[in-house]
């Protein structure tokens, strides 16, 4: 079994429970997600199975659109609705300042993870050095922020509001920075996410439907092909049918096999490798003197 799954992950559960879960239940050996949603979040979890997880690190470079609410007047240590209060507000700002601090927080920033994250610093989680009271200087981290809309104001004092964001970025930061923009604070009191690369919530399934396919054997009609994850995030060269052997073997093979311009591809640039139609894994152009080739990475068939 070699696939993606599209997890609709329900608020409560951790994003390594949601795999354990699939590994006791689908009878899966190999299996891991593409990236840690919070706990109470619920949304698209995209979790590899079988060969797959050879590609989760891939999969994670995709864009991330979250909905998210966020309730001013009040900050805490979690930067979520769920953390110990540390102020409280009644400086409520009007919609115009709404409206201009979300769009303050576009484009490359550089934002600091909350403490109570799963960054690990000295081989330690950050949550786990929280709950033992010691603080440490968490150092910013550079993030993209593509977009972020106004949704909808549900007084006296929440926002909703969808962000599109690059791999990294931590909502609860997003909204702990807007409320110090607002002079009000504020905190994540929701989070559902839309989409993790090209898995959207709409294809989305609860782990209920998929145990319930699993036991119907038509799991396999619910899985994403390696091929169609990659799509998002790494280009493709297609390679001439009679290489198969020889490129499924690992061997080097000459540019001049390719059915496909590869003058756009950076050397050492990772790219989804076929042959004909068939997907082989992932490879890379290498110069080799004066000479280009291509190489595999990772043979995935």
Do not use: W
């Not at 899966?28 to 979040?41: C, F, N, V």
């Not at 550089?110 to 968490?138: D, F, H, N």
Request: glycine fraction near 8%; hydrophobic fraction near 35%.
């Amino acid at each position: 079994m070699n696939g993606i799954l599209n997890v609709l992950k329900p608020p409560g559960m951790t994003s390594s429970d949601v795999v354990v879960y699939l590994r006791n239940n689908l009878k899966i050996r190999k299996a891991g997600h593409t990236g840690t949603l919070d706990p109470e979040a619920a949304g698209v979890l995209p979790v590899c199975l079988g060969k797959a997880t050879r590609i989760s690190d891939y999969i994670m470079r995709g864009t991330k659109i979250y909905r998210c609410g966020m309730k001013l007047g009040i900050t805490t240590d979690t930067d979520d609705i769920t953390g110990r209060i540390c102020s409280r507000s009644d400086n409520i700002p009007d919609l115009d300042r709404i409206h201009q601090a979300l769009e303050a927080f576009q484009g490359e920033l550089e934002q600091i993870p909350p403490m109570y994250s799963a960054i690990k610093v000295r081989g330690k989680k950050l949550y786990e050095l929280a709950r033992q009271g010691i603080e440490i200087e968490i150092k910013p981290r550079k993030v993209e922020i593509f977009k972020n809309e106004f949704l909808d104001f549900f007084p006296p004092d929440t926002v909703l509001f969808e962000t599109e964001c690059s791999k990294g970025t931590y909502i609860r930061s997003l909204c702990r920075d807007i409320g110090k923009l607002l002079g009000c604070g504020a905190v994540m009191s929701f989070l559902i996410r839309i989409a993790s690369s090209n898995f959207h919530i709409s294809q989305s399934y609860t782990l209920d439907e998929i145990l319930e396919a699993f036991k119907k054997e038509k799991l396999d009609n619910m899985l994403v092909s390696m091929e169609e994850a990659l799509k998002p995030v790494l280009p493709s060269v297609v390679l001439d049918e009679a290489c198969k052997e020889r490129i499924s073997n690992g061997n080097k093979v000459g540019v001049e096999s390719a059915l496909t311009p590869v003058d756009n591809i950076i050397p050492g640039q990772h790219c989804s490798i076929f042959c004909g139609k068939d997907f082989i894994g992932i490879g890379y152009v290498s110069n080799y003197g004066n000479k280009k080739e291509i190489k595999m990475k990772s043979v995935l068939v």
